[in-house]
């Protein structure tokens, strides 16, 4: 189906019926869920100083991976960034399972370091924050790739971990509670809309 | 093969398959005074092990999505139990330029526990479609004669709903339905000023405590099971006061494969796979009840194969399989500003919309035949991941600004989801892959399917009254579609709605039809069929009340006939 911007999951889990009507769904059991869980939270606590060890990225991958993440959804007056949110973690566990993740993000990192290399003659996060911000502004905007079509690739893989970065964020409890959703609890009435001017 | 394992005695009845026909039997027929052995493809349902409501997506590591995010970025592991696209060792296939998927849910319960929880009444109108146009087949019974079944239904499960006085959408026995949303009083003014019927929606949901379940607590999580069982699921609501009469046998793992026949032409055993040890074993009853779901139990017909029935059981007409049809559906969605300036509130409500548009356009012609009804809803749901793709591709960027806009974004958009009739045509059907089993060894099912032109133009029709509502209502509707490509106006594959029903058609001639329309076989008379197979025509309706009101009847009357000694 060709939908633009509204996907076909928002609209089928607003409805509630994503079950029964969605694309390619498989449940996992519900052990291996609470296995999941459990293994993210132990491996935090086991490794030294509470730190998390990367699964799929390099150090030094993950840390251009961290400073990505907290730059694309930064720490506000109101709310911590995509560091505080788990993003990094949560990007790491799903990439180190998945092949065509480690090709789009294993590989959009070593381009974003050739490429920093090529323009400035040093990896991204040697690069002083001027710099930095300068090839993020290229590859933050498709219409980049009009101009200069050897950007289009490194677009790609701004755009996913954009997506990614944006998921971890908003699916985190500092991010949920940013964006203002209330519920997930039990009521013993629900009361519809509440009063609203125009409506 | 080594030794089949035989069931050490014979019970009355034996029901293939425990979803809402399956589960339907079960309770009537062991409350009945029956003993019932049940089949179960699947494992039992644990709901405080198996659910996952309340679950936060930062209580799992994988924030819902599953291992490797390898499901189309779907909260997978959020879902009630072993439903399925794909099974692994129980493949079926599709004939050359044919796209069927086929949804199974291998848990006890069945389907049940993964759908919708939609529970539409089909119309006096739609057991009559022959006769109204021409096109398909009548029903062998009429509105007023399943009507009483509707309503005990409806009474012992539970479903919120309004008397509305609708032709195409029948009054039934209802819970008071819950108020609107905000996303749904937007749809609704909208719907009035084009003209479109806009009404509560009927959802088996309990909104007041039933017959010892607690009322609905509205955390919108229906489709992750409810530890609660204020919605309805088989599992929850149909197979435990079976049980309560100590008359039901629940065998689980069980992979029914042939219903085998004795020398006087009736059903006398069902031989199954006990996945567990992968060993044979048999099951003896006096009747069977197939509900395995409408493709599956054609499965079974066509492959239960003997000299008296050598095209399969029950299938003397060579319409097993045959009539098969899914639900026609396309879907779209639209932006509306004025839902930024929502204060945030609790949104949630029931696992499901609280009000839908029933197909409006009875009273008039129309570019197509029959009609369908519309789905929709929207706002702000509990944050999932893949929900933020689309705003970050729109707004691009990075950091302060990007993160403002995807808030102020977040909540905006209502989607649509047409739900439509497809009438029978003889290039929609399954039969057996010559050439594939699955893993138990057990034929599978090849699929041929083909949209006609009057489901497209259905689809073209939705699409056109989701931009209206939009347009009516201050919003942008933003999906496109075209006639071309594969899913012109963006009509699903086949299946993919998991309406698939007709496959074992009831009629009251045996030579164009499987069953009669108690849903016993034509050619054996101590065999049932009550999923979805039995369906005559497959109106906008969502199928499951119709299945439970069908299994209810037909039970009644297996109940009936075996104290007769009839069978």
Known sequence: ?199 | MPEVIRSPKTYDVCIIGSGAGGGTAAKVLAEGGLNVVLLEAGPPLNPEKDYKEHVWPYQLAHRGVGVGAKQGGLNDEFLAPNGFWDIEGEPYTQAEGSRFRWFRSRIVGGRTNHWGRIALRFAPVDFKSRSSDGMGDDWPLSYEEIAPYYDKVESFIGVFGSQENISSAPNGVFLPPPPPRCTETIIKKACDQVGVLCVPSRLAILTKPLNGRAACHYCGQCGRGCISASNFSSSQVMIPPAQATGRLTLITGAMAREVVVGKDGKAAAVSYVDKATKSEKRVYAKAFVLAASACESARLLLNSKSSLFPDGLANTSGVVGRYLTDTVGSGGGGYFPQLEKMPPHNHDGTGGMHMYVPWWKFDRKNDFLRGYHIEFGGGRGMPGVGDFGDACDMFEGYGASLKKKLRSDYGTYIGFAGRGEMIPNPDSYCELDPSTVDQWGIPVLRFHWKWSENEILMAKDMQETFRAITEAAGGTYLTQTSAEGSKPYGIEDGGVIIHEIGTARMGNNPRTSVLNSNCQAHDVKNLFVTDGAPFVTNADKNPTLTIMALSWRASEYLIAQAKSGSL
């Open chain 1, 1 to 199: 189906m060709s939908s633009t911007s509204v996907s076909r999951r928002d609209i089928l889990k607003s409805l509630g019926m994503g079950v029964m009507a969605g694309g390619i769904l498989r449940t996992i059991p519900a052990q291996a869920a609470e296995y999941a869980h459990h293994m993210v939270m132990s491996e935090k606590t086991a490794a030294a100083g509470g730190a998390y060890a990367p699964k799929y990225f390099s150090a030094h991958a993950y840390k251009t991976l961290q400073t990505l993440c907290q730059t694309i959804i930064p720490p506000d007056g109101s709310s911590g960034g995509a560091i505080e949110a788990g993003a990094p973690e949560f990007i790491d566990l799903i990439t180190s399972e998945n092949d065509a993740y480690q090709l789009k993000l294993g590989g959009g990192l070593m381009w974003l370091d050739e490429t920093c290399t090529d323009r400035y003659g040093k990896p991204y996060l040697d690069c002083t924050p001027e710099l930095q911000k300068e090839i993020l502004d290229l590859i933050a905007y498709r219409r980049n790739a009009k101009a200069d079509p050897g950007l289009s690739q490194g677009i790609e893989f701004f755009s996913f971990l954009r997506n990614m970065t944006a998921d971890g964020f908003f699916t985190s409890k500092i991010g949920i509670e940013y964006l203002g959703y209330i519920g997930n609890t039990f009521l013993t009435e629900f009361k519809g809309c509440p009063p609203v001017p125009g409506l």
